[in-house]
């Protein structure tokens, strides 16, 4: 079975551009959601989708979005990119809502 | 505010000895955990959970303890092979947002010959 796939797996944006991450769960899955990696924050949890909803948010400001399709590929964006949104962008999915996450290899998003 | 905390950066232990990883928290509404590894360049792999309503859980050479109390779990690794050599996570969430999980800042095993 294919485990989650995200595209693509480096980026280089300048600052004020912005970026679209995708991502395509294992075959199955309906949650998919999104975390960021830095140095010094950790993983992040950014927000999840179910069923094409936005179940849960993090701590992050409303320049990074995201959406899910019906197919429950999903992808995120983030506008107006500033320095610090460097990171390894890592999506997951899980079976059902209270299922263990699986981790796709992540998007290395670098911000000149 | 680090509601997950893993003391420990690394860890150093001899091929077929236990691997002991801890884990504390300090969020009270947590009742669900777990342990994720990671190598490089990859992401994390999903381990072993545990649900508040239990204290332990196995999986093969992977035994999770949770202390409520303390508010406190520790992964044992028996016995540690050299590719259980990475990045170790603990995560923790609350009722109904399991895949909203805060996570430790990891500790880096390191299983030597």
């Known amino acids: 079975k294919a485990g989650v796939t995200q595209t693509p797996r480096y980026l280089i944006k300048t600052r004020g551009q912005q970026v679209t991450l995708s991502c395509s769960p294992i075959?199955?899955?309906?949650?998919v959601s999104w975390y960021q990696q830095t140095p010094g924050q950790g993983l992040q949890f950014l927000f999840e989708?179910?069923?094409?909803?936005?179940?849960n948010k993090g701590n992050f400001p409303g320049r990074f979005s995201g959406r899910q399709f019906s197919n429950s590929r999903s992808e995120m964006n983030v506008s107006t990119l500033e320095l610090g949104d460097s990171a390894l962008y890592l999506c997951?999915?899980?079976?059902?809502?209270?299922?263990?996450?699986?981790f796709g290899n992540g998007t290395r998003l670098t911000v000149t | 505010d680090q509601q997950v905390k893993q003391n420990s950066p690394s860890l150093s232990v001899q091929e077929g000895r236990i691997s002991i990883l801890n884990c504390d928290y300090t969020n009270s509404m947590f009742d669900y955990f777990l342990w994720y590894k990671k190598y490089p360049a990859e992401g994390p792999t999903f381990l072993i959970s545990i649900s508040s309503i239990k204290d332990k859980n196995e999986d093969g050479r992977f035994t999770v303890f949770l202390n409520k109390s303390a508010k406190h779990l520790s992964l044992h690794i028996v016995p540690s092979q050299p590719g259980d050599s990475a990045v170790y996570f603990c995560?923790?969430?609350?009722?109904?947002?399991?895949?909203?999980?805060?996570f430790g800042t990891g500790t880096r095993l390191q299983v030597t010959l």
């Open positions: 075959s199955g899955h309906r949650s």
């Open positions: 995560a923790a969430s609350g009722t109904g947002t399991a895949s909203k999980l805060t």
């Open positions: 989708y179910f069923s094409e909803t936005q179940r």
């Open positions: 997951a999915s899980s079976l059902m809502m209270d299922s263990p996450l699986h």
